[in-house]
């Protein structure tokens, strides 16, 4: 088999890892991670050495790099949280993007063999999806299924992907109170299924097992401010999932979600989690419907427009439940400068 098909995208695909350890997960991904340029962003204290196993392509950022290469701006990247990963999305320069975290390992299918995560989320993501009508038979793009009876030929076509959310066995990713009562329970059903999120439906986003299309929705992928300063924490990835979907959905491009899975090995102290997440789970209750009913002009035609946009709304409504809100919409402008900053767009035939 070809290089090119043995390891799909291989040249325009990078892999973003928040770590504050050593990397000795790689071990166990190395079949399937080794011939990809990696993006690690070590969290926590910048004079401290990652060790990263031999053979593998990378780059590594510390807090020291971060503020050197934003400057002032590296007041938007989170300090002391997972949520600093969205910089290596940032100073990426590939069309996609997979991101996993350092206690996530390889999972299996029910057959007993090994999972290529990485390779499902690029299925995912190089088929079209279906936001405007629900398929009984979920993605009617994978093998073996097709559109069921009476859904509407006019929709088959679909829309881009931008996102590939995937999901965990072993370990689920639920809040603290949902830890605390259910402190042993694990999840062992694996469900061979990928769908597409309808349109007008949130979904709380998960960032250990996640790829995008960073040319199609790059410039909204920001965990937020979290963890060191910050009144909030284990927010991040899900409030990156809520600003994607509106603004995916004005934009008509897809989310999908399902396969593929991957072996999530250690659960976080719940009480630690309870202290991060209390605010939060206050907050949701009107978080959530603020996302539910946010509206995006016609005239935000990019990504980088809605999300400016987005940042307006969070200010004058969200900052109105606490002063945090008013600092995250500053940060996701400035998470947007320095994005335009590093990635400025390409000069025409003219060099304008």
């Known amino acids: 088999m070809a290089a090119s098909s043995s390891y799909p995208l291989k040249d325009e695909l990078d892999i973003v890892i928040p ?9 166990m991904w190395r079949p399937f991670f080794q011939p ?3 993006i690690i962003v070590q969290d926590g ?3 401290r050495m990652i060790k990263v196993p031999d053979g593998f392509d990378y780059e590594l950022y510390n807090r020291n790099d971060i503020n050197k290469i934003l400057g002032p701006k590296a007041s938007c990247i989170s300090f002391k949280d997972s949520a600093c990963r969205c910089f290596g999305y940032m100073v990426s320069k590939k069309k996609y993007i997979f991101t996993i975290d350092d206690d996530c390992f390889v999972a299996k299918d029910p057959t007993g063999k090994d999972i290529d995560a990485l390779r499902q989320h690029i299925n995912n993501l190089l088929r079209p999806s279906t936001p405007y009508f629900f398929n009984t038979l979920y993605d009617p793009f994978t093998e073996g299924a097709d559109f069921v009876r009476g859904y509407p030929f006019s929709l088959r076509e679909g829309v881009p992907t931008a996102v590939s959310h995937g999901l965990w066995l072993n370990i689920p990713d639920y809040d603290a109170p949902t830890q605390l009562v259910k402190p042993r329970e694990r999840n062992t059903r694996y469900v061979d299924a990928v769908m597409t999120l309808p349109k007008g439906i949130l979904f709380p986003m998960c960032g250990m097992n996640l790829a995008f299309d960073r040319s199609l929705i790059g410039p909204a992928m920001y965990f937020g401010l979290m963890g060191d300063g910050q009144p909030i924490g284990r927010y991040d990835d899900m ?7 509106v603004i995916c ?8 979600t399902g396969l593929p899975y991957i072996w999530h090995s250690k659960a976080s102290n719940p009480f630690v989690n309870l202290k991060k997440e209390y605010k939060g789970i206050f907050w949701q209750e009107e ?3 603020f996302f539910q009913d946010a509206t995006l002009p016609k005239d935000c035609a990019t990504v980088q427009a809605c999300y400016k946009e987005l940042s307006k ?7 109105k439940i606490d002063p945090y809100f008013v600092k995250l919409a500053d940060a996701m402008l400035t998470w947007i400068d320095a994005w335009e900053e590093l990635n400025p767009p390409p000069k ?4 304008m």
Do not use: M
């Open 45 to 47: 204290d910048p004079s």
């Open 36 to 38: 990809y340029h990696l």
């Open 249 to 256: 959905d004005h934009l008509g491009l897809g989310i999908k």
């Open 239 to 245: 409030w990156a999932g809520w600003c994607v979907k």
């Open 287 to 289: 978080i959530i419907p």
């Open 19 to 27: 770590t504050i350890r050593n990397l000795d997960f790689l071990e």
């Open 348 to 351: 025409n035939a003219n060099g």
């Open 313 to 319: 709304q969070v200010r004058d409504k969200l900052g």
